[in-house]
């Protein structure tokens, strides 16, 4: 019983090559995101969809492309993989937007993306 | 000034210390505050709230200071399960949006 799960968990790709990240969450959640965190270690928010709808997004290239087909799903589609693409890419949920105070997130396991 | 900033440590405490984290935040309209904490290799869990009063819960306490924009961490009695990343996060208002800090590694040794 995962509460935010993420598909593949692992995932080596060669550059150029077009590849998608599935997230499910069975919280009953409004909000879903998908951060990206760096070898740095540094977790930065990529986009946010409330209710199927998208709320937050980032200065991201628009190889990336976000899907939600209803809000228990956000699955995260990038194009044409690039070296500096190769991090850790986390989905999460909350209850909802919370405004003005943020709900508390939670996180699917990560996918760690490799490009080569 | 970057929107949140952390020291990125690492601190190195034996078990049974006492050891506080800061977190500075650029955006004095922020309102919401929380700490994570992020285990080697997986997802990022909260810890705490933090609250304009401050709050505790068992070995933890968190402190926001609205005047010097920072919020704080306290971990007393340190057990190994504590090592960790600590991840400060601070919301932006107007934007729906939650910002991460880098994060404070704690290693926690015997």
């Known amino acids: 019983d995962t509460a935010v799960s993420q598909t593949p968990k692992y995932l080596v790709t060669q550059m150029g090559n077009d590849k998608s990240i599935k997230c499910e969450q069975n919280?009953?959640?409004?909000?879903m995101y998908w951060y990206k965190q760096d070898s740095k270690k540094f977790l930065k928010i990529m986009f946010s969809y409330n209710n199927k709808e998208l709320i937050i997004n980032e200065t991201v290239p628009n190889r990336f492309s976000p899907k939600s087909p209803d809000k228990a799903h956000l699955n995260l589609h990038i194009n044409s993989l690039e070296l500096g693409d190769s991090a850790v890419y986390f989905c999460?949920?909350?209850?909802?937007?919370?405004?003005?105070?943020?709900?508390?997130?939670?996180f699917g396991p990560g996918t760690r993306l490799t490009v080569t | 000034r970057k929107e949140v900033e952390q020291d990125p440590g690492p601190f190195n405490v034996p078990e049974g210390a006492t050891v506080a984290f800061n977190c500075t935040y650029s955006?004095?309209?922020?309102?919401?505050f929380f700490w994570y904490r992020q285990d080697c290799r997986k997802e990022p869990k909260l810890l705490m709230s933090?609250?304009?009063s401050g709050n505790e819960d068992g070995r933890f306490t968190a402190q926001l200071n609205r005047a010097s924009q920072y919020i704080s961490l306290l971990i007393r009695d340190s057990k190994l399960s504590d090592s960790a990343t600590y991840l400060c996060?601070?919301?932006?208002?107007?934007?729906?949006?939650?910002?991460f800090g880098a994060g404070t590694r704690l290693f926690v040794k015997a």
């Open positions: 919280l009953g959640h409004d909000t």
């Open positions: 996060v601070v919301n932006i208002p107007g934007g729906f949006k939650t910002i």
């Open positions: 999460a949920s909350s209850q909802d937007m919370g405004l003005p105070f943020p709900y508390e997130q939670y």
């Open positions: 955006n004095s309209a922020s309102q919401s």
């Open positions: 933090v609250y304009s």
